[in-house]
């Protein structure tokens, strides 16, 4: 899927900024699910570092257990989801939450997850499925565009429309399916929307036959901290069916997540 625009203007180094700590994430993030296992080389390449800057990188994370290797080919280890599951485990509201998910789970019988907003894609923190509804596995840290999505239009409706329209065009969209909509007005449109009605729902827009609707996680100041959604097959779940008999729930249990925090 879709990545987050990087930066055009890069820090230069200084007190608050380590280039070499900023370059040792370039490399950690150019592993992915189309690249797991690469050379050096392609890490060079994607990292945008010459090889030996790439080398020395690689050996380091290899030396502390994040990056393992076969002397030809590069891969993380399991050692690497320490640095994510860091960010969870400072947040316990997300073990709280995940009995109320699976609560509306089995009332609509439908999947729930749990995202946050980061730059121009939203962060998966929790989610509870029913069955494989997507052509991609999603699980917690995966990463989706906000701007296709039911949980990132929510979000990006917490923020002004100017700030709004700035991700907009880091991440310029693509249409993704036939119902993908990519016109930076008519998405801002959208999100203006959703903030006015404090809930989304996007039909087929990210992938074919899948329908979902999102509503609010906020803490105690009304800020929208995170989203909850439910997400099926439009084959058998329709716009309207989902927004009449499946949105109360939802709302009832975003509420409920919410007064926990």
């Known amino acids: 899927m879709a990545t987050t ?6 820090p230069r180094p200084g007190d608050t900024y380590v280039q070499s700590f900023a370059r040792g994430l370039e490399v950690i993030r150019s592993f992915n699910a189309s690249a797991p296992r690469q050379t050096l080389s392609e890490v060079a390449a994607a990292s945008g570092l010459t090889r030996a800057g790439a080398r020395r990188i690689l050996l380091t994370l290899q030396t502390l257990g994040y990056v393992e290797s ?8 399991p050692r690497i989801l320490d640095l994510g599951f860091a960010y969870l485990s400072s947040m316990p509201i997300w073990n709280r ?4 998910m699976e609560a509306l789970v089995q009332q609509v019988h439908e999947s729930c997850s749990a995202a946050v907003l980061d730059a121009t894609d939203i962060v998966y923190v929790m989610r509870v499925a029913t069955q494989k509804i997507m052509s991609i596995s999603l699980g917690v840290g995966s990463r989706l565009p906000a701007w296709c999505t039911s949980m990132g239009r929510l979000l990006l409706s917490d923020l002004d429309d100017a700030k709004v329209l700035a991700r907009l065009e880091a991440a310029p969209p693509e249409a993704l399916t036939k119902h993908t909509v990519t016109d930076v007005d008519a998405l801002l449109a959208k999100v203006v929307q959703a903030r006015k009605q404090r ?15 999102a509503a609010p996680i906020v803490n105690r100041s009304g800020r929208m901290v995170a989203a909850l959604n439910i997400s099926g097959q439009a084959n058998r779940t329709s716009a309207k069916v989902m927004q009449d008999t499946m949105l109360p729930a939802l709302l009832a249990s975003a509420q409920q997540i919410s007064r926990l925090l």
């Open 70 to 77: 076969d002397g030809k080919l590069f891969a993380l280890t």
């Open 199 to 213: 809930w989304c729902l996007v039909n087929q827009e990210l992938e074919e036959g899948l329908i979902s609707i």
């Open 5 to 10: 625009a990087k930066q055009t203007d890069t």
């Open 97 to 100: 939450a995940e009995p109320v």
